[in-house]
């Protein structure tokens, strides 16, 4: 394995084009396009004020820079270096932006999440949708890149809008039974939204594209719930990750739970357990445990390296204050492989930042704050 | 005092003798009654006494008086047969108070008889009246107990249901007190908003300038995918609200083919473990008994619908399934009757055909050891015939010889072969030399020729090296002095090759060069 030099980034604005062919990096308030291939740098941009945000466009021929302090938001073509799109949203500030899927609108949340405007490149005609919920997930687009869904808080009550993405089309607008939405999520083939209440209360609802709502589900009252939702890549599962520790599993015809998993304090149960084993003393060894592993091994093991540990396992449990706020219990992060074999989750306050499966499906990257981690499967044998 | 000493006296001694006489105890009676033949019979002569033993008796009575502790009624000495009257009268008194001091200390003794007796009644009837109250109270006292223990059970499980309502208080406690957390949280940070907002706001009124939302762009760019953007119509609407219902339709018509092959690849399961388990109990009824065999007619003829006909309808589903849990009962009885019975039935037939294998396997080893017994004979019946045996062999010694014939004849041949294509490389090679050497005597002879021709004349030198063969010496001669027949010399190194091909005797006009 080979490394090259280490590049100089600012707020972990560091992603790679869609096509896989540029990679733009962010330093303070210049733009650095590289070859992926070669790492030379390609186009060098330079933005009117500190970058918060980047992001590509779909189709990899524009980058977006947000600066969220002075309200700006510069967009930069690959293609014509000389070609420049400044978007001021003036007194009104700036709190996020975002491409559309198609690569030609800009969405622009504005301060105290009072309106989203969209700005067309093609047209430089403005819309404004009022009223957009200021929660974890409020917008999201369907995989196809077809319709995008808006939550939305009118009378202390909540809605969603779902819009088409070609025109901007208002195509639904329907209320939700939640007392407070806290985050809504298509479904990969684009027929169905999870809609998700804040933690308060466990209930995750399922509307049909047109709005009709299909199925509701609430494990258990009272204490705190939902923390993470995620579908399977074939749309026929969708995991819930609640503060219980717990990950249920639903299916697509009944919506109710086929599976249920559990991060017990002891595992006894799971098949086979990994143990990082570091050689310095200072840094705390990090235990995970993963379901349905067979067999991996570690890439980067040069100071580090993995164990399988006799069952039954002990996992150091750090009890979470319970005084404060959005405890660090639960399942807080969820991943389906590609081909919906495995479920990655990750419990309570393990510094694990995400969780990526590989398109293959045989192997996992476990990001931390300092570290990374590669995971593989072991693919079955051909006679199994 | 001495009057009612004297009365009192009078009237003990009338009560004691009427008391005497009114109590009329058996024992005074019987001792009155005994004593009373003695008194009545005065009149007849008493058996003690006769006119006859009178001193006898009269010592006798003494006697008896004297052991009761009385003066002597009669002194032997005396010379008198006469009685003292006093004495005896004496006697008989003290006798009489003797016997009233006895028939009152009867008395005496009889009345505490009575009163014990009274007593003993009594006592008798408190103690069973104690007795009962004892049970009485012993049963009291396991009701009590009883109750007392369920008391304690009841104590027992209301402190179980205190425990859980206090866990479960602080369970809920907790809950609220998380819910508070989160409240308070979220609170806190809508009041850190609205205390933006209206920071803003301020700033925004007291603001002079008021900066406008503008956007710059250099030159428009065209769409994503190429097309021109339309005009928002109540057409293009009503095509997004189709193209929003076609996906759904497309979406739920996927569904619904998947869950129909998945629905068919069941009832195919389901029906093939029918016919398994229907298939499987038949065989065994066959095996155990035929009365049964009725029975499983009519289920074969309920089984007789034709499945792929009438799959898609939902009364189909449910015979199938029906049926199927009706075949599952059946084997589970079965089995659970074989179970009872023992594992003889199941063994049985095992071993039996196991026995059957082995029963064949041992035929057949049979025949083969037979057969090859034949064999065996045959071949000591074979080996036993001499003649015949001298004569193949004397066959075998002709063929071996001839090949060995033949054998020696080929070797000498291939010999041959491999010596004359040793002669035929070798004169190869030398022909390609003398061939060289020719090419290069003839380029010399030509240069030399040329040299001569030329105002340098006579350079005539020898050019031709030694190394060359006798050909090569024979064509050298043939530069030198023409008049010299080569066609001999050619003759001769071609016959060493074994060819007796003749040369034709031209001139070997191949040189080129006429020489004059």
């Known amino acids: ?384 | 005092m001495f009057d009612w000493m004297t009365i009192h006296k009078k009237l003990f001694n009338k009560l004691l003798f009427c008391k005497m006489r009114n109590l009329y105890s058996p024992l005074l009676r019987h001792f009155s009654q005994s004593s009373l033949p003695l008194h009545r019979n005065t009149n007849v002569q008493s058996a003690f006494c006769t006119q006859q033993n009178v001193q006898e008796c009269l010592s006798h009575i003494n006697q008896e008086v004297s052991s009761l502790g009385l003066p002597t009624v009669w002194v032997e000495l005396d010379e008198s047969s006469d009685l003292n009257v006093v004495t005896v009268l004496n006697c008989m008194y003290d006798l009489i108070q003797l016997h009233h001091r006895s028939l009152r200390t009867l008395e005496n003794i009889e009345v505490e008889q009575l009163k014990s007796n009274s007593k003993l009644d009594y006592l008798q009837l408190s103690t069973t009246r104690l007795k009962e109250q004892l049970e009485c109270s012993k049963r009291e006292n396991t009701g009590l107990l009883e109750r007392e223990r369920q008391l304690q059970q009841k104590v027992k499980s209301l402190q179980n249901c205190l425990k859980n309502e206090k866990e479960e208080v602080q369970k809920l406690q907790n809950i609220i007190a998380s819910r508070a957390t989160q409240y308070n949280h979220d609170m806190k940070r809508k009041e850190r908003d609205l205390n933006k907002l209206k920071e803003r706001l301020n700033q925004l009124l007291a603001d002079k300038k008021e900066r406008k939302q503008a956007i710059d762009v250099l030159n428009n760019i065209g769409r994503a995918d190429g097309k021109r953007s339309v005009w928002k119509t109540e057409k293009t609407e009503a095509k997004h609200e189709g193209e929003m219902y076609k996906a759904l339709l497309s979406d739920y018509d996927a569904r619904q083919r998947d869950l129909v092959l998945e629905n068919a690849e069941l009832r195919k399961v389901l029906q093939q473990m029918k016919n398994d388990m229907v298939s499987l109990l038949r065989l065994k009824k066959l095996t155990q008994n035929g009365v049964q065999n009725q029975c499983n007619g009519t289920q074969v003829e309920e089984d007789g619908f034709d499945p792929s006909k009438e799959l898609f309808c939902v009364h189909a589903c449910e015979k199938l399934t029906n049926s199927l849990r009706l075949q599952w009962r059946r084997l589970k009885s079965h089995v659970e009757q074989l179970d009872s019975q023992g594992i003889e039935t199941v063994p049985r037939e095992s071993h039996e055909e196991e026995m059957d294998k082995l029963k064949l396997e041992v035929q057949q080893c049979k025949d083969l050891i037979q057969t090859q017994q034949h064999l065996l004979q045959h071949q000591l019946n074979s080996s036993c015939d001499e003649i015949a045996s001298l004569r193949n062999d004397g066959y075998m010694l002709q063929e071996k010889e001839r090949l060995r014939g033949e054998w020696k004849t080929l070797e000498e041949q291939r010999s041959i072969f491999d010596r004359e294509r040793k002669n035929f490389t070798e004169a190869a090679i030398r022909l390609s030399h003398e061939r060289k050497a020719f090419e290069e005597d003839r380029a010399t002879w030509l240069k030399h020729q040329f040299l001569s021709l030329s105002p340098c004349g006579d350079l005539k030198k020898p050019l031709l090296s030694d190394t060359t063969g006798a050909s090569s010496t024979g064509v050298c001669l043939f530069l030198q002095r023409p008049p010299v027949d080569i066609s001999t010399s050619f003759e001769i190194c071609i016959s060493t090759g074994g060819k007796n091909t003749q040369m034709p005797r031209s001139k070997p006009a191949y040189c080129g060069i006429k020489c004059h």
């Open chain 1, 1 to 384: 394995m080979n490394f090259s030099e280490v590049f100089k980034q600012s707020n972990q604005l560091c992603k790679v084009s869609p096509d896989g062919k540029y990679l733009a990096t962010c330093v303070q308030y210049r733009l650095v396009i590289r070859d992926i291939n070669t790492l030379q740098i390609l186009n060098l941009y330079t933005c009117l004020d500190q970058i918060s945000h980047m992001e590509w466009s779909s189709d990899s021929l524009f980058i977006l820079c947000a600066m969220y302090k002075r309200g700006l938001v510069q967009v930069w073509s690959l293609e014509q270096p000389d070609w420049h799109c400044k978007i001021d949203e003036g007194s009104i500030g700036l709190v996020s932006s975002r491409w559309s899927p198609d690569g030609r609108h800009i969405l622009n949340t504005t301060e105290f999440h009072l309106r989203i405007t969209v700005w067309s490149l093609c047209t430089k005609a403005v819309s404004y949708i009022k009223y957009p919920k200021a929660c974890q997930k409020g917008l999201d687009f369907s995989r196809d890149g077809c319709y995008m869904a808006l939550a939305e808080r009118r009378d202390c009550k909540d809605y969603v809008s779902i819009f088409v993405c070609d025109d901007w089309h208002l195509l639904r607008h329907f209320e939700t039974e939640t007392q407070d939405l806290s985050g809504l999520e298509w479904s990969p083939n684009g027929s169905v939204l999870a809609v998700w209440e804040s933690c308060l209360e466990y209930k995750i609802l399922l509307y049909s594209l047109d709005g009709r709502l299909l199925s509701t589900y609430s494990a258990y009252e009272w204490s705190l719930g939902v923390k993470s939702v995620s579908w399977s890549p074939s749309s026929q599962f969708l995991a819930i990750g609640s503060f219980d520790e717990k990950v249920r599993i639903l299916n697509h015809i009944t919506w109710k739970k086929v599976a249920q998993f559990e991060h017990p304090a002891v595992i006894d149960n799971t098949k086979t357990v990994y143990k990082e084993i570091e050689k310095r003393p200072t840094v705390t060894s990090d235990e995970m445990s993963l379901h349905n592993i067979t067999v991996a091994s570690s890439l980067f093991s040069t100071q580090s390296k993995y164990e399988i540990s006799p069952l039954p396992v002990q996992i150091p449990v750090v009890k979470p204050d319970p005084d404060r706020a959005n405890p660090k219990i639960g399942v807080s992060a969820l991943a389906f492989s590609s081909d919906s074999r495995y479920v990655a989750t990750k419990n309570g306050g393990f510094q694990v930042h995400s969780l990526n499966w590989h398109r293959s499906g045989d192997s996992l990257t476990l990001i931390g704050k300092d570290q990374l981690c590669l995971c593989y499967m072991d693919t079955e044998q051909d006679d199994k």
